[in-house]
């Protein structure tokens, strides 16, 4: 029974990770990554994409769970989901850390610097408060803390829709 959950949570938060990788890849395609400009309109897309890779994967996965302890004999209740959900949401955040490091790292190294200017526009700093704040610029641009931000958004939005799915499809107890 461990293995099995073990591998429901690798799986669907592989999966989760790649989606987002794919979809922030579309995005780069699409040349949304090209420029400080295009950025916020980026970061749209790849939300709403995540968004999509989080609810599909974690509502067909946790369903078919409960179709095969149905099958089994057995309930799946909100406990069981909820744990599922916390395995998913954790492997989910690593898949997808990974992958934004690696896409900033290696496939698109600009991104960091069109955000560093969109940074700096957005907070209207001047070119000698940018140039004091050069340090913490450098580490929120970071292919590594791009890839710990997004696993962590990940995780955390991954739990939060675990946890509803795993709610919504609980074994009920019949009415009396």
Known sequence: MLASTFSFTLLIGGLVGLLQLVGTLIVYAFGLHSSPEMLEGGHRFESIISFVAIMACLSFGLRSVRKNR????????FGYGARLALGTAAAAGLFTALGQYLYIAFVNPAYSDHLRVMLVAGANLSSEQAEAAAHQLDF?????????????????????????????????????
Request: aromatic share 16%; charged share 10%.
């Open 70 to 77: 149905h099958l089994a004999g057995e309930f799946f209740n």
């Open 140 to 176: 929120a641009t970071s292919a590594a803390f791009r890839g710990v931000n997004q696993g962590i958004t990940t995780a955390l939005f991954s739990l939060l829709i675990g946890v509803a799915f795993s709610f919504l499809f609980r074994d009920r107890p019949a009415p009396v």
